[in-house]
């Protein structure tokens, strides 16, 4: 994303948004992180191309960034992988090809695989249909009526 960013894919403000979201740790480069790191801990997003030009990866990314707090509510970490010759672990454990967006419960569990971009909304419908999301969710209206 900061190759992205330092190539002029994205507009001062994405990309100012691509720093805050990156010094947050809400988005991680595969090659900085594992998915066990986040097994039970958090619902990491994938997004995987072969590039950092791709425009799928860019439009990707530029959804994901207009809408970090969703995301974050949701304990969401984004990792990108835009090097297919690293074979990263994430890369590899996914079996990645092009443009894909895996989204993953916390349980380590593959909610769904896209070949497409998807806003901020469609992931956070995917994940709000999860039970364990959905108990979450009763938990913390119940703490908010007390």
Same mark, same amino acid.
């Given at each position: 994303?900061?190759?992205?960013?330092?190539?002029?894919?994205?507009?001062?403000?994405?990309?100012?948004?691509?720093?805050?979201?990156?010094?947050?740790?809400?988005?991680?480069?595969?090659?900085?992180? /594992?998915?066990?790191?986040?097994?039970?801990?958090?619902?990491?997003?994938?997004?995987?191309?072969? /590039?950092?030009?791709?425009?799928?990866?860019?439009?990707?990314?530029?959804?994901?960034?207009?809408?970090?707090?969703?995301?974050?509510?949701?304990?969401?970490?984004?990792?990108?992988?835009?090097?297919?010759?690293?074979? /990263?672990?994430?890369?590899?454990?996914?079996?990645?090809?092009?443009?894909?967006?895996?989204?993953?419960?916390?349980?380590?569990?593959?909610?769904?695989?896209?070949?497409?971009?998807?806003?901020?909304?469609?992931? /956070?419908?995917?994940?709000?249909?999860?039970?364990?999301?959905?108990?979450?969710?009763?938990?913390?209206?119940?703490?908010?009526?007390?």
């Amino acid at each position: 994303m900061l190759i992205a960013a330092a190539l002029g894919l994205l507009a001062p403000a994405q990309a100012a948004a691509a720093e805050t979201a990156a010094e947050d740790g809400i988005v991680l480069p595969a090659a900085e992180t /594992s998915l066990d790191a986040w097994l039970w801990l958090k619902r990491p997003v994938v997004v995987f191309a072969d /590039s950092p030009a791709d425009p799928r990866y860019v439009q990707q990314m530029q959804l994901i960034l207009e809408r970090t707090d969703a995301l974050d509510e949701r304990d969401v970490v984004v990792i990108t992988d835009t090097d297919p010759k690293a074979r /990263s672990d994430v890369r590899q454990a996914l079996r990645a090809r092009g443009f894909m967006l895996v989204i993953i419960a916390k349980d380590g569990t593959i909610v769904t695989r896209k070949p497409a971009p998807w806003d901020v909304r469609e992931i /956070s419908r995917s994940i709000d249909k999860l039970p364990l999301r959905q108990q979450e969710i009763r938990d913390r209206r119940d703490a908010l009526r007390q």
